[in-house]
């Protein structure tokens, strides 16, 4: 018997009408672009189960943590440590806005050249269509382009509580103190909220995230075989769900799919008859619901088989150190998440080598450079990243769009033209 989550909604003061809504566009959506693909693994059950309850048995979790005495931080970005979280004994979840929900308050709050990742998260929180928001203690927003940075000074309306973080932007010396520095006001913040973080409990949830960066790392190598093992879209989703769910139970999900893949490896079969043009996306995050343009791509004919992205390799490649004591863990959290090559940064060159490393690694055809409309900084780095690929013989397309349905027809004709090239 299916359980309402309807009162509990309302308990957490969602707008249970423009909720409706959203579920209802939802769905048909999940249908049309994920369940209707051929061939999937049998290890994807687990992740459209937890997509058909994000907002039901995943909100009754964290309502239960909270119960228990624990507490909830949402984030927007890869830069806020989870560990830190955990630590303290809260649940960290993504809330990042794939979707625009626009409303006459986000039209009064943002400038029109807001990128739509910030129009998304003001569009959910105003219309309260986001039970992860409503249901977190503390949202953590960060300085990090201009458009984040501004829209704080009005998020506060919308959350129970806020705090951001002052991000460097420049990786020296001073960089990385600063960091350190707002990674010990951030510890203090989350300690006051749930129990003192020691030397045990970081190291603990340092266990816990390392386990699921090192799961999602796996499954990334696997789309190295020839044919693709998962379609894109697939490791895309895995990679947003990665925010949201309980990380013990996601890692041990991401092992059995992986486990899969590996059996699908050795038979060689892949997820699509023949083969296709294998490519790359590299550039702006793609959060839960935005797969507009990974749908387009596959549904051209390609696989996708990366993401250089902070919703892909660039926000979850790497893990924490060892440490002896708390500083140290601190150090070690800092040295891992300084490593995050974010064009908030300036210079940021370690993001090309990774483009071009991952490029090499998964036998991309092709780059496929993805930016939202007015976020400069990846606009910016798209003039450096596509004429240094196109001289090394990678070609690349570069996509500037948004959330909105109105230009896939056209994407979808350049897509196709891109592989005519691909395959010329
Ligand atoms: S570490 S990429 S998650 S900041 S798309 S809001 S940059 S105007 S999301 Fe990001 Fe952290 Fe960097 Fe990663 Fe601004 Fe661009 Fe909008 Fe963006």
């Known amino acids: 018997m299916s359980i309402d989550h309807r009162p509990m909604w309302q308990e957490l003061g969602l707008d249970l009408e423009a909720h409706d809504a959203l579920l209802g566009v939802l769905g048909p959506l999940y249908q049309d672009v994920f369940l209707s693909q051929a061939n999937r693994p049998k290890g994807m059950d687990y992740f459209n189960f937890v997509i058909s309850e994000v907002h039901g048995l995943r909100i009754r979790e964290l309502l239960d943590h909270k119960r228990k005495g624990g507490f909830v931080v949402g984030t927007f970005c890869t830069f806020v440590p989870e560990e830190l979280v955990i630590a303290a004994g809260g649940i960290c979840v993504g809330l990042c806005a794939g979707a625009e929900w626009s409303t006459p308050e986000v039209d009064q709050l ?33 300085n990090t382009c201009d458009g984040k940075k501004k829209a704080w000074e009005s998020f506060g309306r919308f959350v129970n509580d806020l705090h951001v973080l002052d991000m460097p932007q420049v990786k020296n010396e001073s960089g990385r103190a600063l960091l350190r520095e707002q990674y010990e006001v951030l ?98 995050p793609m959060a839960v619901p935005n797969w507009k343009l990974p749908h387009i791509v596959e549904q051209a004919g390609a696989v996708i088989v990366g993401e ?59 780059v496929i450079h993805y930016c939202l409309q007015f976020c400069a900084p990846y606009q910016f780095e798209a ?9 090394r013989g990678l070609p690349v397309l570069r996509i500037d769009t948004d959330y909105s349905p109105e230009d896939a027809g056209q994407l979808a004709t350049r897509v196709e033209a891109f592989l005519e090239r691909l395959e010329a």
């Open 110 to 142: 943002l400038p029109r050249t807001t990128c739509a990742l910030i129009r998304g998260a003001f569009g959910f929180a105003s219309a309260k269509v986001c039970p992860y928001l409503a249901a977190s203690d503390l949202v953590v927003g960060e």
């Open 308 to 366: 250089e992205s902070c919703i892909g390799a660039r926000g979850l490649r790497n893990t924490v150190a060892t440490a002896e004591d708390l500083p140290g863990w601190l150090d070690a959290l800092v040295d891992r998440y300084l490593r995050i090559d974010c064009a908030i940064f300036s210079p940021n060159p370690e993001r090309l080598g990774h483009v071009e490393s991952m490029s090499s690694e998964l036998k991309a055809d092709g």
């Open 187 to 284: 510890q203090r913040r989350l300690e006051a909220l749930g129990r003192p973080v020691t030397h045990e409990a970081l190291k603990d949830a340092v266990a816990v995230v390392n386990a699921k960066r090192e799961a999602l790392a796996r499954l990334n190598r696997l789309r190295r075989a020839t044919p693709a093992p998962i379609s894109g879209l697939d490791a895309l989703l895995i990679q947003q769900i990665s925010f949201y769910d309980d990380p013990l139970r996601f890692t041990a999900s991401v092992n059995a799919l992986c486990d899969e893949l590996d059996e699908r490896i050795k038979a060689g079969t892949g997820v699509h008859a023949g083969t296709r043009p294998r490519l790359l996306l590299s550039g702006c």
């Open 383 to 391: 003039l450096r990243v596509e004429p240094a690929l196109e001289e």
